[in-house]
């Protein structure tokens, strides 16, 4: 052996979990948690750095159904989400588990203003019906500066955003004992002696022996379909491409502007390594952008940012865009799906949160199609077992790589 080699690590008994969670995004985190508080054994495996995909590029808005309802009727997308913002408020204001007070809180609200056409107006009368949380017209010097010359209604709506990448942190503090970061298909040996049954997974010496597989891998789930000898599960890619503005003179905002039907555009602002303000934003434009190169996406945000924001100096902003897809569960119109969807094979379940926001319905509803946990092993057993496999990181927020110009 060479003199540097580690030595070679024997197989050990197989560790009974109850769950093996695949995918450390917001809903395999959140499934975590969900499961561990339960009382279950989980362990969730990641294949690069936590959060990296849709949860990182995600704009961290707790949304509490308003964009769902813009065609005026209360839809099923709004019924499944409305619920949601009181239960991530208690969350993040550490009055109920999972404990996220030290979650990074990029704003307690966001503004709603609308361009000034008859069928945004309509739009906004339709969207305040049935939800819990309403939007609450301003007063023009209740606004924020950068909104007071818009000619239409400006609204605050109680939808607080959060800072993705802080809270996959605090998910890996809470659970960093659970989690384990390694590659199924290349790093480990896997027992599969039916499709969809993964009986067990040996990392590095280690084997653990899960009762129930579940998939939270998003855009990875076909990939690991195939892994399990499973068909491809019901799976949509929505391609979007999201458009950074940075300088050190952006105000803050965290808003939707609407137009019709639509959400012309929605910015949430954050801030860089090096303290500059960064907007993303998303809606119409984003979708607009997955058809056009980079160059034609800016293009197409600075016209829009100077027809639905007049008073905004765009000479001193820089601009980037990053492509953001949307790997979901499959709907029959190829739209949206409208809540979070589990999708059952064997002993594997794929899991679809659909909406960032929608992460605890989904933990719940996976602990609900469980069965019960049988000769599952101790926390302190399973921590001592995994004590010496790789670990992940948080990964890192598309601004800070992306190639800015002017
Ligand atoms: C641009 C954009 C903006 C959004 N804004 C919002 C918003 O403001 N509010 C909201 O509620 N929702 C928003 N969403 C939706 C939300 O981000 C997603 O619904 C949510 O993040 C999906 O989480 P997930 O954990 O299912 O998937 P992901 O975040 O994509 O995570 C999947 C994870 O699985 C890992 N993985 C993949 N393959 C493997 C494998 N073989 N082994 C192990 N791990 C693997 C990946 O590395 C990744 O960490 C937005 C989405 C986008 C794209």
């Given at each position: 052996?060479?003199?540097?080699?580690?030595?070679?690590?024997?197989?050990?008994?197989?560790?009974?979990?109850?769950?093996?969670?695949?995918?450390?995004?917001?809903?395999?985190?959140?499934?975590?948690?969900?499961?561990?508080?339960?009382?279950?054994?989980?362990?969730?495996?990641?294949?690069?750095?936590?959060?990296?995909?849709?949860?990182?590029?995600?704009?961290?808005?707790?949304?509490?159904?308003?964009?769902?309802?813009?065609?005026?009727?209360?839809?099923?997308?709004?019924?499944?989400?409305?619920?949601?913002?009181?239960?991530?408020?208690?969350?993040?204001?550490?009055?109920?588990?999972?404990?996220?007070?030290?979650?990074?809180?990029?704003?307690?609200?966001?503004?709603?203003?609308?361009?000034?056409?008859?069928?945004?107006?309509?739009?906004?009368?339709?969207?305040?019906?049935?939800?819990?949380?309403?939007?609450?017209?301003?007063?023009?010097?209740?606004?924020?500066?950068?909104?007071?010359?818009?000619?239409?209604?400006?609204?605050?709506?109680?939808?607080?955003?959060?800072?993705?990448?802080?809270?996959?942190?605090?998910?890996?503090?809470?659970?960093?004992?659970?989690?384990?970061?390694?590659?199924?298909?290349?790093?480990?040996?896997?027992?599969?002696?039916?499709?969809?049954?993964?009986?067990?997974?040996?990392?590095?010496?280690?084997?653990?022996?899960?009762?129930?597989?579940?998939?939270?891998?998003?855009?990875?789930?076909?990939?690991?379909?195939?892994?399990?000898?499973?068909?491809?599960?019901?799976?949509?890619?929505?391609?979007?491409?999201?458009?950074?503005?940075?300088?050190?003179?952006?105000?803050p905002l965290n808003a939707h502007c609407v137009d019709g039907m639509s959400t012309r555009v929605t910015i949430t602002s954050t801030q860089d390594a090096?303290?500059?303000?960064?907007?993303?934003?998303?809606?119409?434009?984003?979708?607009?952008?997955?058809?056009?190169?980079?160059?034609?996406?800016?293009?197409?945000?600075?016209?829009?940012?100077?027809?639905?924001?007049?008073?905004?100096?765009?000479?001193?902003?820089?601009?980037?865009?990053?492509?953001?897809?949307?790997?979901?569960?499959?709907?029959?119109?190829?739209?949206?799906?409208?809540?979070?969807?589990?999708?059952?094979?064997?002993?594997?379940?794929?899991?679809?949160?659909?909406?960032?926001?929608?992460?605890?319905?989904?933990?719940?509803?996976?602990?609900?199609?469980?069965?019960?946990?049988?000769?599952?092993?101790?926390?302190?057993?399973?921590?001592?077992?995994?004590?010496?496999?790789?670990?992940?990181?948080?990964?890192?927020?598309?601004?800070?790589?992306?190639?800015?110009?002017?």
């Amino acid at each position: 052996m060479h003199p540097h080699m580690p030595p070679p690590t024997l197989p050990t008994d197989p560790v009974q979990i109850d769950a093996l969670i695949i995918g450390g995004g917001i809903a395999g985190c959140w499934t975590l948690d969900r499961l561990t508080r339960a009382g279950r054994s989980a362990v969730l495996i990641e294949k690069t750095a936590l959060g990296s995909g849709q949860t990182i590029w995600s704009q961290g808005i707790l949304h509490s159904g308003l964009k769902y309802t813009l065609a005026g009727s209360f839809n099923k997308s709004a019924r499944a989400i409305r619920e949601m913002p009181a239960v991530w408020r208690a969350c993040l204001a550490g009055e109920s588990d999972p404990d996220l007070s030290p979650v990074a809180l990029r704003s307690e609200h966001c503004h709603l203003w609308r361009t000034d056409s008859l069928s945004s107006r309509a739009a906004m009368i339709g969207a305040a019906a049935g939800l819990v949380t309403k939007p609450v017209d301003l007063a023009p010097t209740d606004r924020p500066e950068i909104l007071r010359d818009c000619p239409g209604k400006v609204a605050r709506l109680d939808e607080q955003v959060i800072e993705p990448a802080s809270l996959i942190a605090r998910f890996l503090e809470l659970h960093h004992h659970r989690i384990i970061r390694a590659d199924i298909a290349q790093d480990a040996l896997l027992d599969i002696p039916e499709p969809g049954v993964l009986r067990s997974i040996t990392i590095q010496g280690v084997t653990l022996a899960p009762r129930t597989t579940i998939i939270t891998a998003a855009a990875g789930a076909p990939a690991l379909a195939e892994v399990l000898h499973l068909p491809a599960p019901h799976s949509q890619t929505r391609p979007l491409r999201m458009v950074l503005a940075r300088s050190a003179s952006l105000p803050p905002l965290n808003a939707h502007c609407v137009d019709g039907m639509s959400t012309r555009v929605t910015i949430t602002s954050t801030q860089d390594a090096s303290g500059r303000t960064i907007w993303q934003i998303g809606g119409e434009v984003a979708e607009q952008g997955a058809l056009r190169t980079d160059a034609q996406t800016i293009a197409l945000a600075r016209a829009e940012l100077a027809a639905v924001l007049p008073s905004l100096d765009l000479s001193t902003i820089e601009f980037a865009t990053y492509e953001a897809p949307r790997a979901e569960s499959r709907t029959k119109s190829g739209k949206r799906p409208e809540s979070v969807t589990l999708e059952h094979c064997a002993r594997t379940i794929f899991a679809w949160p659909s909406k960032l926001v929608l992460a605890p319905q989904l933990a719940d509803d996976i602990l609900a199609a469980l069965p019960p946990s049988e000769n599952s092993s101790s926390p302190d057993a399973l921590a001592d077992a995994l004590a010496h496999l790789p670990r992940s990181e948080v990964a890192i927020p598309p601004w800070e790589t992306a190639s800015f110009s002017r």
